[in-house]
């Protein structure tokens, strides 16, 4: 007996395509590689005592309704908002944080520039309104490109209709975000190097690109998407870890009807008359499907899991040349001992609570990225540093802590060498740089963990590694990801659809496209 539907992958976004599907009635099974559920929202006991989120590690695009209609809450979920939000420790010894509250933030801003403080509302107040804008897209799906006739026309109208939302000056912004960089962006509203450079990282976390690319912008818009609590635009901790996050979905997804199984690896998508027909198992097991959709990333499913001769000679060149290069690395320890930075000792303290940057200066981020577009590993990183323990201290053994460093730049592809050689050194680079800001803190590690493009790749089954299972460039957005005419999470198969990251809205655990999918797949 077969299912109305298999889901390829237990990643949050197919975790999130079953529950829907099941809630409508449908008999919804999802396969699993893994041992667990989650793709990269995972919390794992790499270490005795220790529960890290190994890979993603913040929450605050998870979409609200789904938060809903998941009931998310009821099944262990619970988020714990980061505050203080950012903290930058400078080498002349100032450092800089940005708060929950506002006028906390403002007043930090005004020790380097009164100016900067000035304008700071009205940069907060525009990045909403356009925020609110493009959030209003994340549940769409969207219509094919270029339109064709009457009614994709229409559709298309309608979308443009959103646009008198926006002032004049806002339609504006709205361009210049999509289309420029987080540098220029940011060069129009401050002077402070200092309060740039913090607000340009979240416009190159996990992009291929450095602060001066064009594009990076809309990273940053996309970073400010969301929230927690219903304040807009923070972050915060999954308290569990981001595996707590998953295990949700899946309790959600159990609960509505659907069947998950663990340990299951798909080894091909069976399609007669280019039609789907099922799924057969690493091992030789077959199983049948009405319909199915993979959580997988686009180059994954339709290069390793499909037969090329079943798609279009086209469209299989599209995903070939589909980007998904990873350019991060993750790196995870655990520590007898926090950072005690030379620019505001003691420890623990608030800013320990933060997301703790090292990029003193636009210069410094650019020349990382200059590292990364010739194939080299930065010689001198830009570090996102986070202590999950200091919100949930069970996560680790009593008197110890997780300190997890997402950084930037880790080309996937190097010049020389290969990443199983330069592992090492990288990271004893990353902790040479820590120790400059805050002394002796690489003596206090007890145990690492270092994950490069190629560790992401092997551990999580993501083409690159790329976080995002794709660039998230203009040319790979909306009714582009991940090729024209198939954003609709549709595909040249007939009744198989995508509903990973590698469609819209993209990367980051927010759901979207696990809902988008389901929708699309109940409309049949």
């Known amino acids: 007996m077969g299912y109305d539907a298999i889901i390829v992958g237990g990643g949050h976004n197919g975790l999130v395509t079953a529950f829907y599907l099941a809630r409508a009635g449908r008999k919804v099974l999802v396969l699993e590689r893994r041992e667990m559920v989650g793709g990269c929202a995972v919390t794992e006991a790499i270490w005795p005592g220790y529960k890290v989120s190994t890979a993603s590690y913040l929450v605050s695009l998870l979409q609200q309704k789904i938060v809903d209609d998941m009931q998310l809450a009821r099944h262990g979920y619970h988020v714990d908002a980061k505050d203080p939000a950012f903290f930058s420790p400078f080498p002349d010894g100032r450092y800089f944080f940005t708060w929950a509250d506002s006028a906390k933030t403002?007043?930090?801003?005004?020790?380097?520039?009164?100016?900067?403080?000035?304008?700071?509302?009205?940069?907060?107040?525009?990045?909403?309104?356009?925020?609110?804008?493009?959030?209003?897209?994340?549940?769409?799906?969207p219509p094919p490109f270029p339109p064709r006739g009457v009614g994709e026309i229409i559709d298309y109208l309608k979308l443009v209709g959103r646009l008198r939302r926006l002032s004049a000056k806002d339609m504006v912004a709205l361009v210049k975000i999509f289309t420029m960089s987080a540098a220029d962006y940011l060069d129009e509203w401050f002077e402070s190097p200092e309060v740039k450079v913090t607000l340009a990282t979240d416009g190159v976390i996990g992009a291929n690109g450095g602060p001066r690319s064009p594009g990076t912008a809309y990273i940053l818009l996309h970073?400010?998407?969301?929230?927690?609590?219903?304040?807009?635009?923070?972050?915060?901790?999954?308290?569990?870890?981001?595996?707590?996050?998953?295990?949700?979905?899946?309790?959600?997804?159990?609960?509505?009807?659907?069947?998950?199984?663990?340990?299951?690896?798909?080894?091909?998508?069976?399609?007669?008359?280019?039609?789907?027909?099922?799924?057969?198992?690493?091992?030789?097991?077959?199983?049948e499907a009405k319909q199915i959709a993979s959580n997988l990333d686009p180059k994954r499913t339709f290069l390793k899991l499909l037969d090329p001769d079943v798609l279009p000679t086209e469209f299989v060149e599209t995903i070939r040349n589909f980007r998904c290069e990873g350019i991060s690395a993750k790196i995870n320890l655990g520590v007898k001992a926090l950072p005690n930075f030379k620019a505001l000792p003691g420890a623990p303290a608030p800013h320990h609570k933060a997301t703790m940057h090292i990029c003193p200066s636009m210069d410094y981020v650019e020349k990382a990225w200059d590292d990364a577009k010739y194939g080299r590993p930065s010689e001198r990183p830009m570090l996102e540093m986070t202590c999950p323990t200091l919100y949930d201290p069970s996560l680790a053994p009593s008197g110890r802590h997780i300190i997890g460093i997402f950084l930037q730049y880790a080309p996937y592809t190097l010049r020389n060498g290969t990443w199983d050689d330069l592992r090492d050194p990288f990271f004893k680079r990353v902790l040479k740089i820590i120790d400059e800001y805050a002394p002796g803190f690489s003596s206090g590690i007890e145990h690492a963990e270092i994950l490069t493009p190629l560790d992401l790749e092997r551990r999580y089954s993501i083409t690159g590694g790329n976080i995002f299972h794709g660039e998230m460039a203009l040319d790979q957005m909306f009714s582009l990801r991940p090729a024209a005419r198939y954003a609709n999470y549709k595909t040249p198969v007939e009744n198989l659809f995508l509903c990973g990251s590698g469609t819209h809205p993209g990367g980051g655990v927010m759901g979207a496209p696990g809902h988008n999918a389901a929708m699309a797949m109940l409309k049949g």
Do not use: Y
Not at 226 to 240: D, T
């Open 223 to 287: 970073h400010c998407m969301g929230g927690v609590g219903g304040k807009r635009g923070l972050w915060g901790f999954v308290r569990g870890g981001m595996g707590a996050v998953s295990e949700a979905m899946a309790s959600a997804a159990r609960a509505a009807g659907a069947e998950i199984r663990c340990g299951a690896q798909v080894a091909g998508i069976n399609v007669k008359e280019n039609r789907v027909a099922g799924v057969t198992l690493k091992g030789g097991d077959e199983l």
């Open 106 to 141: 403002l007043a930090e801003v005004a020790k380097f520039s009164k100016r900067d403080a000035a304008r700071m509302p009205a940069f907060e107040e525009q990045l909403e309104r356009l925020a609110k804008l493009v959030e209003s897209l994340l549940l769409v799906c």
